[in-house]
């Protein structure tokens, strides 16, 4: 029988709101500043976009995911975990959890931990990557919403299925990149499985 198809899965805005816990506290802690609405979200990095704002800004928007807890509250974004849960449970199908901890990583890395325990339990610890460089890890696809992901490894061995977000809506996906449009019922997680293993 053929092996099973490995199927990276993205933390960060795939299976947790990064975005949206990002806005909700930058305006908690600095109500009196600028900020940019989710719909006008552009690049990956949230942080960049701050800074264009000014660079008390951009040093107040680093303070937002480098503070204690940020990772741990960050919510599910919807669908996610059942779809996750949906994919672990199917024939011939492998997950992993593909993630990048930040570079300050003291409450980070825990806590990547703490909310996979928290939202999907103990046995997805043994699911769990962290890297810095995703391009060396080998799998099928990679479900991420960062627009390009390189690295030491080109190409990587996954193909990359673009998680849709507010920052890559704008993005055309290249080369042999997909989109994804979330995990509603709608979505087309299961055709893009399904489609990678016959190939
Ligand atoms: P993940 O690999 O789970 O998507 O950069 C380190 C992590 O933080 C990485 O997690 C992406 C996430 N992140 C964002 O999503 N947006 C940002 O602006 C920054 C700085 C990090």
Not at 81 to 86: D, G, Q, Y
Not at 91 to 107: F, L
């Amino acid at each position: 029988s053929p092996r099973n198809l490995r199927v990276l899965l993205d933390m960060d805005g795939v299976l947790a709101d990064f975005e949206g816990q990002f806005l909700k506290r930058f305006r908690e802690k600095y109500p009196h500043d600028p900020f940019v609405p989710l719909e006008e979200r552009s690049g990956f990095y949230v942080t960049k976009q701050y800074y264009d704002l000014g660079q008390d800004i951009g040093t107040k928007a680093f303070s937002i995911y480098e503070e204690k807890g940020f990772f741990l509250n960050l919510q599910p974004i919807e669908g996610a975990l059942e779809a996750a849960r949906e994919m672990a449970e199917m024939e011939g199908v492998d997950v992993y959890i593909c993630t990048s901890p930040i570079k300050k990583y003291t409450h980070c890395v825990v806590e990547k931990y703490q909310w996979l325990d928290k939202h999907l339990g103990k046995e997805w610890m043994e699911r769990m990557i962290l890297t810095r460089d995703k391009t060396v890890i080998n799998g099928d696809l990679l479900i991420d919403d960062k627009p390009n992901i390189t690295g030491g490894m080109n190409p990587p061995m996954w193909q990359h299925v673009l998680f849709t977000s507010w920052h890559n809506r704008d993005v055309v996906p290249q080369g042999s990149q997909i989109r994804l449009d979330g995990w509603l019922p709608h979505s087309n997680w299961r055709d893009i499985l399904e489609q990678k293993r016959q190939e």
